[in-house]
T-cell receptor, first 118, second 115 residues
Framework: AQKVTQAQTEISVVEKEDVTLDCVYETRDTTYYLFWYKQPPSGELVFLIRRNSFDEQNEISGRYSWNFQKSTSSFNFTITASQVVDSAVYFC???????????????FGKGTKLSVKP | DGGITQSPKYLFRKEGQNVTLSCEQN?????MYWYRQDPGQGLRLIYYSQIVNDFQKGDIAEGYSVSREKKESFPLTVTSAQKNPTAFYLC??????????????FGPGTRLTVL
């Protein structure tokens, strides 16, 4: 069955530290998509990245980078030089192309709460 | 500005009452979704609609109902049959088409509290 595990419930760092948020997934499908969303205290989920199962290239966007490794079914997210504004809950999610009663819909992990202290 | 709006932001309900949560989008997206979020939990899918006049149950549809009469609107009714409705409700939309390939964008959410 499809599943997303974010083992880190809460992480606390001091500003300017680097931090990595872990995401491990399970899927039956060969075609799938992985996502990261940010949920600040206001509550709205903000889309950060989408990656398909055929593209294992790492991606960098400013201070954010993502490491996708199919061999370990992981899609980890690193924030470099963290800032107080990065404080939020971060969700990893999986979407399968071919399986599941809710075909193509998102399966979310439980989220990692990141606190960045000044 | 294009986006997704949800209203109200906060909603209080007495036990036994039905309430309707509004979700509107002007992104011209075909697909719309409703999720429920409980404290310390991820999001769980309630209902989704890939096209106007059609919708499907998600993983936790019991006690909820929806309609999709217009492309831009997907209201969610929380009925009295929902035993534990206090939660944060998020609406999302996506371009639609080939299932599982597009990105969902979320509204600001409605926080429902049962008194």
């Amino acid at each position: 069955a499809q599943k997303v595990t974010q083992a880190q419930t809460e992480i606390s760092v001091v500003e300017k530290e680097d931090v990595t948020l872990d995401c491990v997934y399970e899927t039956r499908d060969t075609t799938y998509y992985l996502f990261w969303y940010k949920q600040p205290p206001s509550g709205e989920l903000v889309f950060l990245i989408r990656r398909n199962s055929f593209d294992e290239q790492n991606e960098i966007s400013g201070r954010y980078s993502w490491n996708f490794q199919k061999s370990t079914s992981s899609f980890n997210f690193t924030i470099t030089a963290s800032q107080v504004v990065d404080s939020a809950v971060y969700f990893c999610a999986l979407s399968e192309r071919n399986y599941g009663g809710s075909q193509g819909n998102l399966i979310f992990g439980k989220g990692t709460k990141l606190s960045v202290k000044p | 500005d294009g986006g997704i709006t949800q209203s109200p932001k906060y909603l209080f309900r007495k036990e036994g009452q039905n309430v309707t949560l509004s979700c509107e989008q002007n992104l011209n997206h075909d697909a719309m979704y409703w999720y429920r979020q409980d404290p310390g939990q991820g999001l769980r899918l309630i209902y989704y609609s890939q096209i106007v006049n059609d919708f499907q149950k998600g993983d936790i549809a019991e006690g909820y109902s929806v309609s999709r009469e217009k492309k831009e609107s997907f209201p969610l009714t929380v009925t009295s049959a929902q035993k534990n409705p206090t939660a944060f409700y998020l609406c999302a939309s996506s371009i639609g088409g080939l299932a599982g390939t597009d990105t969902q964008y979320f509204g600001p959410g409605t926080r429902l509290t049962v008194l």
